[in-house]
């Protein structure tokens, strides 16, 4: 059986063989030294209880539980990609929304322009 473990340096997601819980081993990700926990939660239930004090900006990776950056592209740890499609959708959907807004904008001033010069 595994022991899944965070890297109490970088959070790097970590899968070791029991057998190896409490010897001294550089982190892939981090290369610092760290020793590997005695009786490390298993699975999921190692994340549940630290989502209140995680940060907000960052969310897990799908695949290896790495924390990256909303904003990420890739994830650092194992190089998924992270929802590239949706920051994608967003920015053209709020580049459309902000283009629209601009010509509705220059519609009603120019509007507004036509009317007064044919008043007087």
């Given at each position: 059986m595994d022991t899944k473990f965070n890297c109490p340096r970088c959070n790097q997601n970590l899968s070791v063989e029991a057998s190896g819980a409490g010897m001294l081993v550089n982190c892939p990700n981090c290369k610092e030294q760290i020793?590997?926990?005695?009786?490390?939660?298993e699975g999921k239930e190692a994340m549940e209880g630290k989502?209140?004090?995680m940060n907000p900006k960052l969310m897990p990776c799908p695949d290896c539980g790495?924390?990256?950056?909303?904003?990420a592209a890739t994830c650092?740890?194992?190089g998924r990609r992270i929802s590239f499609a949706n920051a994608m959708f967003s920015a053209i959907f709020w580049g459309i929304l902000a283009a629209m807004l601009v010509a509705a904008i220059i519609v009603l001033f120019f509007s507004a322009?036509?009317?007064l010069?044919?008043?007087h």
């Open positions: 020793e590997i926990p005695r009786g490390a939660v989502e209140e004090t790495h924390q990256v950056s909303k904003q650092p740890g194992c322009v036509y009317q010069s044919t008043l």
